[in-house]
């Protein structure tokens, strides 16, 4: 896997996520905004070897600690999750529009709300409306996921540049 | 072959990681938050392109929003002018309040000037400002607006040489408020916080409190923060609390737009 193409694409992702640019599509008076890095997240994991996957995953959760207020949720949530969907990356086929929403939408509510949680914990301060803003993110995320599904499958082939070296997906 | 015998296993790289998170998790969050503030000051231009613009979006009204009818104009027209009164009047009080404050050898030097580098507005409403600690900001001290005449939020946290702002929006920035209204000996004391969306809330004030929308709204003048009410915001909307009917519910609406600042005031009242 060509790292540095990977960071450079981590990198984008987390200065959409961390920017002002995706407030030009927040949505409602709650101000939600999609999660560039879930999908990326879940992405990696899907289509990554599994040792690709532990790193990319766990790299995706550390920028998504460092756009927030706190380090290490992020990173111990991805991990898991991503693990696990590496797990089960055979068996679900993500080629299918909503097949892809319908990960990106569990692997966001499985993620956040944990990770949401663990920052309360650290910080002594909790969320309010977390029930909902979560929901709202989730579903506003898994719409938009084949979007950047899309960009990411386009801009994968030359994180592997050999086609043997990708894993087969159903 | 020699790769392969240092390749660690699937499962060790998993937990190796894992364990490494779980370690940085339990690192004090003053230590880890300058890695936050590390990232906001490195990416701080690439941060904050389409701010303004996607501001002007979201707070972008109907044409019924931009007109008044005659008799609020008029109704505007003299509060204005009632508001040019107070406004010499203070101006007044301010001018021997700043002598005082020289005198005490807190001058211009309480005020320190403050770029602002990044606005997040997602899961809490901050400002990242290009002023730390080093500076003499602390959690807790007051933001003003750059002409400081509104206030903007308080600080939450801070690194050496950057701090996180908590904006009057975000749920979690509680300040003591002073209801009161033009031409009305109204003075009523309570704590505001923010709704997470574009306003705030006060609660807990009982039904037979005289509140109106209109009321104005100013952060309570503080000990060690700010020797004067300084305006923050609007009634907006008041209605039985639905938990408690015998509370009122209020909603407030901040009278500083977030989005368009660049420059920001921190009241740094130590700084000699």
């Not at chain 1, 992020?74 to 068996?91: E, P, Q």
């Not at chain 1, 663990?118 to 301060?125: F, I, R």
């Not at chain 1, 579903?139 to 592997?160: D, R």
């Not at chain 2, 107070?86 to 002598?99: A, D, H, P």
Request: net charge positive; glycine share 8%.
């Amino acid at each position: 896997m060509r790292w540095l193409m990977f960071t450079l694409v981590l990198l984008i992702g987390a200065l959409f996520n961390g920017g002002s640019l995706l407030n030009f599509i927040a949505m409602g008076s709650g101000h939600i905004r999609p999660s560039i890095l879930i999908v990326m997240m879940v992405f990696f994991a899907f289509h990554a070897h599994r040792q690709d996957a532990i790193r990319c995953v766990f790299a995706v959760g550390l920028v998504a600690d460092l756009v927030s207020t706190t380090m290490g949720p992020y990173m111990i949530m991805y991990s898991i999750v991503g693990l696990a969907l590496n797990g089960i990356s055979r068996t679900i086929n993500t080629k299918r529009f909503i097949y892809q929403s319908a990960v990106v939408f569990f692997a966001f509510l499985l993620t956040e709300f944990p990770a949401a949680w663990l920052e309360a914990w650290k910080m002594g301060q909790a969320r309010t409306h977390l029930s909902s803003t979560v929901m709202e993110t989730a579903i506003y995320t898994a719409v938009l996921a084949p979007l950047f599904w899309m960009f990411l499958s386009w801009v994968w082939k030359w994180m592997y540049p050999r086609p043997e070296d990708r894993l087969r997906l159903r | 072959m020699a790769q392969h015998n240092i390749h660690a296993s699937k499962n060790s790289s998993f937990f190796m990681l894992l364990g490494l998170s779980i370690l940085i998790y339990f690192v004090p969050q003053k230590t880890t938050n300058s890695l936050n503030f590390l990232f906001h000051r490195l990416f701080a231009p690439f941060l904050q392109i389409g701010r303004q613009l996607a501001d002007e979006e979201i707070r972008m009204s109907g044409p019924s929003e931009q007109t008044v009818s005659k008799d609020e104009y008029d109704q505007l027209w003299k509060n204005y002018k009632n508001l040019r009164a107070q406004t010499t009047e203070l101006e007044k009080e301010n001018l021997s309040l700043s002598r005082l404050r020289r005198q005490v050898g807190l001058s211009e030097g309480g005020l320190l000037s403050a770029k602002v580098t990044t606005l997040v507005r997602s899961a809490r409403h901050e400002l990242i400002i290009n002023k730390g600690a080093r500076d003499g900001v602390a959690a807790g001290q007051i933001v003003l607006s750059p002409e400081k005449n509104g206030i903007v939020g308080m600080i939450r946290e801070t690194s050496e040489t950057m701090s996180r702002v908590g904006l009057l929006t975000d749920p979690t920035c509680g300040i003591e408020v002073r209801i009161r209204r033009d031409g009305d000996p109204l003075d009523v004391a309570a704590q505001m916080f923010g709704d997470g969306k574009t306003g705030c809330r006060i609660g807990f004030l009982p039904r037979d409190t005289d509140i109106r929308a209109g009321d104005t709204i100013y952060a309570a003048a503080h000990s060690g923060k700010i020797s004067i009410p300084i305006v923050a915001g609007e009634v907006r909307e008041v209605k039985p609390d639905e938990q408690n009917p015998l509370l009122w519910s209020i909603q407030v609406e901040p009278i500083e737009s977030a989005g368009k600042l660049k420059d920001v005031v921190v009241v740094v009242p130590n700084v000699k």
